[in-house]
């Protein structure tokens, strides 16, 4: 089984990609339908979240009031982290699950879609990473068309994240959407094939090769 990671930030067409390796046969597993998953009435983050935040961060159902919890922990690093840190854990371990499942059926390429995939340092965990960009410009231009931002809270919410250009060089593949549809569904088609051909290699020569990457990123820690 090849394990991929895809990811990219915010505006850069991430879910275009993912929605067409789906349609190519990937089996895709998404982080944020995790998160969603991670914080259901009844599990244990959710209940972490109304002992730290309150019910004020509660809908009427019972269930996480996204847009008040966003407010109350969006300007503050520290809760933000708090947050992370509470949802984060169950967000792998579903994760987890879900790969030895697809590992189980004997799917061939496994995809998770990840947007915080080199913020929390998991490049190690995946045989190949797939980075979705754009120009900086034209995903501003998306989230103000598209999301009906205001252009002050669009360019905040790039700010946030890690610069795409940091990305690029640590991605072990880059797909560029900045076209057309029928361009990027053109650039995924030959990523597909690439990604199959990728998933004929020998089980032990991928883990042989991710285990290299591990020890290679922990001798340069050590200092």
Known sequence: MLLVGLTGNIASGKSSVSRLLAAHGATIIDADVLARDAVLPGTPAHARIVERWGHEVLAADGSLDRAALRTRVFHDPDELEALNAIVHPEVA????????????????VVVCDIPLLF????????????LVDAPRDLRL????????LVE??????????MPAELKRARADVVIDNDATPAALAERVSALWTSLQRRAMDSTAELAAQRAEKRETRRAQSVP
Do not use: P, Y
């Open 119 to 130: 913020e929390r340092n998991l490049a190690d965990e995946f045989d190949v990473v797939v």
């Open 152 to 161: 002050a809270d669009a360019m905040a919410m790039i700010a946030a994240q």
């Open 93 to 108: 371990r579903l994760r987890d699950e879900a790969v030895a499942a697809a590992r189980a059926r004997g799917d061939r």
């Open 141 to 148: 231009e998306r989230l103000v068309r598209d999301r009906d």
